[in-house]
């Protein structure tokens, strides 16, 4: 069964920088789009970043300019690059893919990575 499996996150200081990744656990699963969420102790979870073929990512006001969610040719992994971290960033990130290539097939059912935790000290 395919699954989606996330790499990367850790302990960092304020300004530092993580990136973390995401990949369909089957080479031949293409993902064609992928959100970044995060849940901070206590909050809901939400949209960090989105990324779809031929669509302009999209980021959530809190981390644009600073969060860079990108892609290598359509192909498995999507990357989130983290830069200048803040405290309020410290959170369990996860990926979720709604939409998969295979072959010429087109596949929509929802994945949801393992999460990876980011904490930014101060």
């Known amino acids: 069964q395919v699954q989606l499996v996330e790499s990367g996150g850790g302990l960092v200081q304020t300004g530092g920088s993580l990136k973390l990744s995401c990949a369909a656990s089957?080479?031949?699963?293409?993902?064609?789009?992928l959100g970044w969420y995060r849940q901070a102790p206590g909050k809901q979870r939400e949209v960090v970043a989105a990324i779809s073929s031929d669509v302009t990512p999209n980021y959530a006001d809190s981390v644009k300019g600073r969060f860079t969610i990108s892609r290598d040719n359509a192909k498995n992994p999507v990357y989130l690059q983290m830069n200048s971290l803040k405290p309020e960033d410290t959170a369990v990130y996860y990926c979720n893919a709604r939409c998969f290539q295979v072959g010429e097939r087109y596949m929509y059912f929802e994945l949801w990575g393992q999460g990876a935790l980011v904490t930014v000290s101060s």
């Open positions: 089957e080479s031949t699963f293409n993902i064609k789009h």
